[in-house]
């Protein structure tokens, strides 16, 4: 006999109110519990979708028995359309029954109401609603603090346990999409989690093994990340040498070497191993787990790339042994490369577009980002050729646009990635020309623009410390602080608009260089889930925990003509009217020379 999977929602209770799902409600809607067998037309297509969504979106059994709470039916309905890109009659009735009956019950938190919520975030991150995705995430912590989901309930039966651990890692992860490093907007701190990490999903589904604990994994890869980060970011601060920096390297070395023995098919996939998955329903997971665990490398031995805009302080380097520095820069390089190795031969092999989790984009371009960085300025006598180096990056751009096709997280994210291999090539064939120097700002020319909006900001210290990732979708949200929200252009208004994208490269660009292209601003259609977590040290933040990458929307940016030609807009400063997530960015090492 089959367990109950612990996101069954055949499990799941609720009250007895009939719901009209074919319009929007205009009387308070509750939840209702009924039985499917005399439903209308509309209740066999919205079971078909949720047939759908447990087949391709979250590979586990759905309700055999046609009972289900029908809030949660309505957000699983809803998030599956647009994974289909389908726009059903009923999809607007259905993300608005299912958060309606949040806000009528909002003193009531349940399991299923909780679990709406999260689908209803997850739809409106999906349609590019990331100011309202936010706010109901804060409304989701305090469900599950009110429920008190962060603790273990030994009384309740395992699938039941089980639930709320899934629901409370899922909230922490879909915390991390937003801000990652900013304690004010922290909402589920990680020394506040008392529950275990997920179970395998093999002891609760026997017909389709092959997940092999790679949810508990990721979960567990996803605390070392963040353990990893505090280091970095503490210490960016520093002035002078830290003498224990080597010995707190090599602790966290150890805890990453005991970890490589529980994955699955070792510290290193290989690509032939990754095409035995293509049948796996757990794909997804698995890939997302062991480029999880390259990234957890990368974060750790790009503390000691000198120069990496992610590296602890020169100060403090300098005082580290010269071979200690080359040996992390070879790391950095194995684990970049073998990150990229696992999406671009899923590429290859997989007649399928796999829906990949969003975390596997961002460790992709920051894998893409180090093996750049290492080319152009690595120490080491057996580093990447730039072509090699621009390859590597233009394979991860091709793979992104196939799985993330009009995802609109990822989209900045392809956008920078092309933009800084055009600017790595230009600057690999020219050598010296007018973009090196100290100052980014004194390598371009005044903003000619007489709106009060483009004009440069003053950004306090304190704001600097605040920047957020271009795949931060808290930087996205673009929540403004100004008192007139007017005077403001929102991303709807601005997508209505001509769009500017990327400017194309100058003739004399590199044959080689990628195709720029311009990416609206459309649904998405891929699964979001893990990717980084959320802490602070202190008050003194240095960057996101992903990496402080930094590019300002495109349609936002200016164009400046140089030399060369102009430089890609998603690399201006300044020029942002919205909060002040932006400063100094981490991509001006691309417009510097080696030394």
């Excluded at 092309?418 to 064939?429: G, P």
Aim: proline residues 8%.
């Amino acid at each position: 006999m089959e367990k109950d999977s612990p996101t069954d929602i055949t499990r799941l209770e609720s009250t007895n109110t009939d719901v009209d799902l074919t319009s929007p409600p205009s009387q308070p809607v509750e939840s209702t519990h009924e039985q499917l067998e005399d439903a209308e037309p509309i209740m066999d297509g919205m079971l078909s979708l949720v047939e759908t969504f447990f087949d391709t979106i979250y590979p586990l059994p759905s309700c055999r028995d046609r009972s289900v709470h029908m809030d949660l039916l309505s957000a699983i309905c809803a998030v599956t359309s647009l994974h289909l890109r389908r726009e059903p009659p009923e999809l607007s009735s259905w993300i608005q029954t299912a958060e309606q009956s949040i806000w009528m019950n909002l003193e009531c938190p349940t399991v299923p109401r909780l679990q709406t919520l999260l689908l209803s975030i997850y739809y409106w991150v999906e349609s590019g609603r990331f100011q309202r995705a936010f706010m109901l995430t804060a409304l989701a912590a305090r469900f599950a603090a009110a429920m008190r989901l962060n603790y273990e309930r030994p009384d309740l039966d395992p699938t039941a346990r089980e639930v709320r651990r899934r629901i409370v890692w899922s909230l922490k992860i879909i915390e991390r999409y937003f801000s990652v490093g900013l304690p004010e907007f922290e909402l589920c701190p990680i020394e506040a989690i008392y529950i275990n990490f997920p179970k395998s999903e093999d002891e609760f589904e026997s017909s389709r093994p092959g997940e092999q604990s790679a949810y508990k994994l990721y979960t567990r890869l996803e605390v070392i990340r963040r353990d990893i980060m505090k280091l970095g970011r503490g210490l960016h601060p520093l002035d002078q040498p830290l003498s224990s920096l080597v010995e707190l390297i090599r602790h966290h070395e150890n805890i990453l070497s005991e970890f490589s023995a529980e994955l699955p098919y070792g510290s290193r996939i290989t690509s032939a191993q990754v095409a035995s998955l293509l049948d796996n329903p757990w794909l997804p997971r698995l890939l997302a787990m062991h480029v999880s665990w390259h990234q957890a490398n990368c974060d750790l031995y790009r503390i000691l790339v000198s120069g990496y805009p992610d590296a602890a302080p020169s100060v403090v380097l300098d005082a580290v042994d010269s071979a200690r520095l080359l040996f992390a820069e070879e790391q950095c390089l194995k684990h970049a490369t073998n990150a990229i190795q696992i999406l671009t031969t899923l590429n290859q092999e997989s007649a399928s577009r796999h829906m990949l989790e969003f975390d596997t984009a961002i460790c992709a371009y920051h894998a893409s980002r180090l093996v750049l960085y290492i080319s152009r300025f690595g120490k080491s006598p057996s580093r990447p050729t730039p072509e090699f180096a621009a390859s590597r990056a233009e394979l991860c751009v091709v793979a992104l646009k196939r799985f993330f096709p009009a995802c609109v997280p990822v989209a900045p994210i392809i956008k920078e990635l092309e933009s800084s291999v055009v600017v790595f090539l230009q600057k690999h064939n020219h050598g010296h020309d007018t973009w090196s120097g100290s100052s980014s700002t004194a390598r371009r020319p005044p903003l000619t623009n007489a709106n009060p909006l483009h004009e440069q900001p003053t950004v306090s210290p304190a704001a600097e410390t605040q920047r957020l990732a271009i795949h931060s979708l808290l930087r996205q949200a673009e929540f403004s602080d100004a008192e007139d929200d007017h005077l403001l252009p929102t991303r709807a208004q601005s997508a209505a608009e001509p769009s500017q994208g990327f400017p194309t490269p100058p003739s004399n660009a590199p044959t080689s260089a990628p195709p720029v292209i311009d990416n609206s601003l459309n649904p998405l259609n891929t699964s979001i889930s893990p990717a980084s977590r959320a802490s602070g040290i202190g008050n003194r933040l240095s960057s996101d925990d992903s990496g402080v990458t930094g590019a300002n929307s495109s349609w936002w940016g200016q164009n400046m003509p140089l030399a060369m030609g102009p430089v890609p807009d998603a690399f201006e400063d300044g020029v942002y009217p919205f909060l002040s997530w932006t400063g100094r960015q981490d991509w001006e090492w691309l417009l510097e020379s080696p030394k």
